[in-house]
């Protein structure tokens, strides 16, 4: 992989990571349409070291609260708002760890096909128009249950899938459930973190376990920096989006992208 390589792909990973869009879809798409080898799961996940990063900046102080909030209950404390959402946190984070266990390796090689992607990217992009259609969009992040969390973390566990987008199908559940835009991507953005982090720990585990890949890691290190700046960037802007507008523009882009991968793969243009 050259430094340009990873470095094109460390920006699309910081657009679509946070963007209901697909990520993964995106780092699979881009090497194929300009003929790039496929640079495999172990770098995605690399990339995401810096959307993580990303993550953990842009939310800092309310992951402080939530931290705080969440060990105080465990000392017996009362239930504060902050306490709650990090129990919501927690439970809402085991099915997306649980199916990524279990399907990491199919996720990574079969299901990592154009046709795969371009089928995920439209269905999500359907199922959110209705989604925007029914969602009341009434509930904020402190008024959540536990109910909410549990099926927007059920939700999640489907980005496995590429062309889903963790995002995309998190928004797509909150709005379902009754949440503003707003909260619905705060709470993805919330409920991505752990499970972000869990996979590149495991990554790491198994480097250390069976070598690291001979990725180049003066790309590696800047793909990982550009994703994290350009994530960061991401983020403030999706926010201040969904605060005034509908999710519709993703819905388009999405609906587009999957017909010419489509056309794409079926022309033979790969």
Same mark, same amino acid.
């Given at each position: 992989?050259?430094?340009?390589q990873? *470095?094109?792909l460390g920006? /699309?990973?910081?657009?679509t990571?946070?963007? =209901?869009?697909s990520?993964?879809a995106?780092?699979?798409?881009?090497?194929?349409?300009f +003929?790039w080898?496929?640079p495999g799961?172990?770098?995605?996940?690399?990339?995401h070291?810096g959307t993580?990063?990303?993550l953990?900046?842009?939310?800092?102080?309310e992951?402080v609260?939530?931290?705080?909030?969440g060990?105080?209950?465990?000392? &017996?404390? $009362?239930? %504060?708002?902050?306490?709650?959402?990090?129990?919501y946190?927690?439970?809402?984070?085991?099915?997306?760890?649980?199916?990524g266990?279990?399907?990491?390796? !199919?996720?990574?090689?079969?299901?990592?096909? =154009?046709?795969v #992607?371009?089928?995920?990217?439209i269905?999500?992009?359907?199922?959110? /128009?209705?989604?925007?259609r029914?969602? @009341?969009?009434?509930?904020?992040?402190?008024?959540?249950s536990?109910?909410?969390?549990l099926?927007? +973390?059920?939700?999640?566990?489907?980005a496995?899938i590429?062309?889903?987008? @963790?995002?995309?199908?998190?928004?797509t559940a909150?709005?379902?459930?009754?949440? %503003?835009?707003e909260?619905?991507?705060?709470?993805? !953005?919330?409920?991505?973190?752990?499970? *972000?982090?869990?996979?590149v720990a495991k990554? #790491?585990?198994d480097?250390v $376990?069976?070598?690291f890949?001979?990725?180049n890691?003066?790309? /590696?290190a800047? &793909?990982?920096?550009?994703? &994290?700046?350009? +994530?960061?960037?991401? #983020?403030?802007?999706?926010?201040?989006y969904?605060?005034?507008?509908?999710?519709? *523009?993703?819905v388009?882009?999405? #609906?587009?992208? &999957? *017909?010419?991968?489509?056309a794409?793969?079926?022309?033979?243009?790969?």
């Amino acid at each position: 992989m050259t430094l340009l390589q990873a *470095i094109v792909l460390g920006a /699309v990973q910081g657009v679509t990571e946070f963007l =209901p869009v697909s990520s993964t879809a995106h780092l699979a798409l881009t090497p194929w349409v300009f +003929g790039w080898p496929d640079p495999g799961l172990s770098f995605d996940v690399a990339l995401h070291v810096g959307t993580l990063v990303a993550l953990l900046l842009f939310f800092r102080a309310e992951w402080v609260q939530l931290v705080q909030g969440g060990l105080a209950l465990l000392r &017996g404390g $009362r239930r %504060t708002p902050n306490a709650q959402l990090a129990l919501y946190l927690i439970l809402a984070t085991i099915p997306a760890l649980i199916v990524g266990a279990l399907l990491s390796n !199919f996720a990574d090689t079969t299901l990592r096909h =154009p046709l795969v #992607i371009a089928s995920a990217l439209i269905v999500l992009a359907l199922v959110l /128009v209705i989604a925007e259609r029914v969602g @009341r969009r009434k509930t904020e992040l402190k008024d959540i249950s536990m109910g909410d969390a549990l099926a927007v +973390g059920c939700a999640q566990a489907l980005a496995i899938i590429p062309g889903v987008s @963790r995002s995309g199908v998190t928004i797509t559940a909150g709005l379902f459930r009754g949440m %503003t835009r707003e909260a619905a991507a705060r709470f993805s !953005f919330f409920l991505s973190t752990p499970v *972000i982090g869990a996979a590149v720990a495991k990554t #790491i585990f198994d480097g250390v $376990r069976h070598g690291f890949s001979a990725a180049n890691p003066t790309s /590696v290190a800047a &793909g990982i920096v550009v994703s &994290g700046v350009v +994530g960061y960037l991401s #983020i403030a802007f999706l926010l201040r989006y969904l605060a005034t507008h509908s999710t519709y *523009i993703f819905v388009y882009y999405r #609906i587009v992208l &999957g *017909i010419l991968v489509v056309a794409a793969y079926f022309g033979g243009l790969r």
